[in-house]
């Protein structure tokens, strides 16, 4: 195995470089190596400063995260780190790329920092359930004001090098090449007389007025992050900080440290960071299917879900053409658009210039000729079988050979929308969310078939427009709105036994959801969901309490916020409970002779949860998703389930299935039975003691 750490002489300057691809992730060999380094050059007197750079695309991108699982081995960070922080002449870290976690952390280790001028600084340890556990807590507001430093690490987000150097953290952003511009740096340094400059040895900045802003903080993330336990841990560290000397700090932020990884928090958010990376890689698909260009794409229909499309790409670069029947719907799309970006130039996130370059990106036109040079067509019109298919046998006449044809459908069968194309094996189903150009989720339909390279396709312009990809098969509602079924169900017979919409969502809100059911659907609009059951009657349960609370909104006109009620009324905008509602419910259930079992904050999650991850094994069982993981990303990333707590599957074991198998069974005799019967492959492994994550490793195998 190739030196992951090396070290070449520029005369009196050593230069230490890490080289541990592909992001130069921390685990043992790289500290092995960086201690043998840094205590062969502390022996060596004419070594007289020392450079720190990484190698690759970027500098150290933090602790190896595989390394939680399996325990930190010897030496550790804070051994490691000490040694370059005692180092009796000047280091200076080197930073390209991404610095993040103990990447930043080692660059505070440092004497000095010196930044190519596109290199950016994160410690994004609260989004993996942790806290800087190298020193961060404690070395970042000594060099940084509290403040700044706080919303460094609770916000996680990167800061960009010039940034950085005038909140202290940088001493000089580099124009030129790095490496040479460090070495200059640290001969000015070593002209100047200068020595190392400890950064433990510095006071905390900002610490008389700690008291106040930690309390702030603490009831920010009381309330923006609700139910974690690494936030408020990360202020106690940061308050040591301030409180103790350096040493002492360092210890409590190393006793929270050590035990952060081991919460189902830490796990889960651990979990989702390889599931998010696992998306792309689908079984027996290797290397060598190689995604076809996309240089230009094609979108049919100019509406909501057309628009927001087009944005996507229009961000990425990549010039749409739009094609609608009607020139009004073409002019109300791009107007729409144009509103949709001159927000974000109100907003300051972009300017005036990139407006017109994204709008110049757009064009659109009545004649689907225009869609002769797209390498991708989008067909992004309502839910209707006929008009798709009537959409799909003319796109299938003007696409050049080798477009890829996806349809934006969220519920029919894209094989029936296939077939009336000569070429279905350059048809997928590309599922994106509402709004498009917001929403992270794209569900990639993978139809019977759909070839591997315009699968490949796919998910490589997922990853171009900033996605994230999860590949489906064909079945009604896919992954996502499939177990949303019975989620919704649920939640909507909890209202008819008694509990009122306000409790159902705050159950669900309280437990984690970004935002309740109930009021997501007053929010989409509350006949969406019911005019799609509508279209499939008759295959619908024979229930006469199935969804009745949403037909009743629909019968009523009350359609959500668009109409100023639904599940809630809106005065002023503010969603408040609406007794007439309730009290309709009410009537209903009792000319249903629903029994009123007011089911309690408890009950109503697990009814709602525990439907929608019986729902997730039958789909895993049926091969709709590939991985239990899949179902995971597709929740956190595109429906508000709690990043925190993993997914519905990561959840369900959390939970442990046995006991899940066991409530499903009590609310087969205490509920509607139909709806009650655990998936065959929930039942096996929660007999065998097993679990989603253990099924994925033998799936995988
Ligand atoms: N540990 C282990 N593997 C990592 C890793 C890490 N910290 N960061 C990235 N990788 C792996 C990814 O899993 C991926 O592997 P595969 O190719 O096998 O899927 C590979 O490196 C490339 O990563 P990306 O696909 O994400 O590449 P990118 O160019 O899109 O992004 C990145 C690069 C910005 C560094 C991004 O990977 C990232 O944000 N990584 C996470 C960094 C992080 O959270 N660091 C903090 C760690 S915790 C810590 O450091 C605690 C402490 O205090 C000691």
Redesign the pocket.
């Known amino acids: 195995m190739a030196e992951v750490v090396r070290t070449e002489r520029e005369g009196e300057i050593a230069v230490v470089t890490i080289d541990a691809p592909?992001?130069n992730?921390i685990n043992q060999a790289v500290r092995a190596g960086l201690q043998q380094a840094f205590a062969a050059l502390r022996a060596d007197p004419t070594v007289k400063a020392v450079v720190l750079v990484c190698a690759g695309k970027?500098f150290v991108?933090?602790?190896?995260?595989?390394e939680f699982d399996t325990g930190i081995g010897a030496p550790g960070?804070h051994e490691v780190y000490r040694l370059i922080e005692d180092s009796p002449v000047p280091v200076i870290a080197a930073v390209h790329g991404?610095a993040?976690?103990?990447g930043t952390?080692l660059a505070l280790a440092c004497h000095y920092r010196v930044a190519d001028k596109g290199a950016r600084f994160g410690l994004?340890?609260l989004s993996?359930g942790?806290i800087?556990?190298?020193g961060?807590t404690q070395r970042l507001p000594r060099l940084m004001p509290l403040e700044a430093a706080l919303d460094m690490m609770i916000s996680g987000k990167p800061t960009v090098a010039a940034k950085a150097a005038e909140q202290g953290l940088v001493d000089r952003v580099i124009d030129s090449e790095l490496r040479s511009g460090a070495i200059a740096y640290a001969r000015e340094l070593l002209a100047q007389g200068k020595g190392p400059r400890r950064t433990r040895e510095q006071a905390v900045q900002g610490a008389d007025k700690a008291a106040e802003l930690l309390a702030a903080k603490r009831a920010q993330v009381a309330k923006t992050m609700r139910n974690r336990v690494s936030p408020p841990a990360l202020l106690d560290a940061v308050e040591a900080a301030v409180k103790l000397p350096f040493d002492d700090g360092l210890k409590v932020e190393q006793a929270k440290s050590d035990e952060l990884p081991l919460t189902t928090e830490s796990k889960a958010l651990r979990h989702l960071f390889?599931a998010e990376?696992d998306v792309s890689r689908i079984p027996g698909l290797g290397k060598e299917v190689k995604p076809r260009n996309v240089a230009a794409v094609g979108i049919v229909g100019a509406g909501t879900m057309g628009g927001g499309i087009s944005m996507c790409f229009a961000n990425a670069g990549i010039p749409v053409t739009i094609v609608d029947a009607a020139q009004a719907n073409l002019d109300r799309g791009l107007a729409t658009i144009r509103k949709n970006y001159q927000r974000s130039v109100t907003r300051g996130s972009m300017s005036e210039a990139q407006l017109e370059q994204r709008m110049a990106l757009i064009s659109g036109s009545l004649d689907y000729a225009a869609l002769s040079t797209a390498d991708l067509i989008i067909e992004a019109v309502f839910e209707n079988m006929a008009l798709k298919k009537e959409i799909f046998a003319k796109l299938d006449k003007v696409a050049k050979p080798g477009a890829i044809l996806g349809t934006n459908t969220s519920t029919l069968d894209i094989d029936e929308i296939a077939a009336v194309t000569g070429r279905a094996s350059d048809v997928l189903g590309l599922h994106f969310f509402s709004p498009a150009n917001v929403m992270q989720l794209l569900e990639i339909v993978q139809c019977a078939k759909t070839s591997p390279d315009v699968l490949v396709t796919a998910l490589d312009v997922a990853k171009k427009i900033k996605k994230t990809g999860v590949v489906a098969k064909v079945c009604y509602g896919f992954i996502g709105n499939r177990m949303m079924d019975p989620y919704g169900r649920e939640a909507e017979r909890c209202v008819l036994e008694g509990a009122t919409p306000a409790e159902v969502d705050g159950a669900l809100e309280k437990w984690g959801m970004a935002m309740g059911i109930l009021a997501v659907y007053d929010m989409a609009g509350i006949d969406i969901g019911h005019l799609t059951r509508e279209a499939r009657k008759e295959l619908l349960p024979k229930d006469p309490s199935f969804y009745r609370p949403t037909a009743l909104l629909t019968e009523k006109g009350w359609l959500g916020q668009k109409t100023g009620r639904g599940y809630y009324t809106y005065p002023e905008g503010k969603r408040t409970p609406d007794a007439e509602s309730i009290a309709m419910f009410a009537a209903e259930a009792k000319r249903l002779a629903i029994p009123q079992r007011k089911p309690d904050a408890t009950e109503i999650v697990e009814r709602c949860l525990y439907g929608m991850i019986n729902e997730g094994a039958l789909l895993l069982e049926e091969g709709i998703a590939l991985r239990a993981s899949d179902i995971d990303v597709v929740y956190t990333a595109g429906y508000g389930f709690p990043r925190y707590r993993g997914g519905p599957m990561f959840y369900a074991d959390s939970v442990g299935l046995a006991k899940i198998v066991a409530r499903i069974e009590e609310f087969a005799k205490t509920l509607d039975p139909q709806y009650w019967q655990p998936a065959p492959l929930l039942k096996k492994l929660a007999a065998a003691g097993s679990s989603f994550a253990e099924y994925q490793k033998q799936q995988t195998k």
């Not at 991108?61 to 595989?66: F, L, N, T």
């Open positions: 592909p992001v992730a970027t991108a933090g602790a190896d995260i595989k960070y991404t993040l976690g103990g952390e994004p340890e993996l942790i800087p556990g190298a961060g390889f990376r």
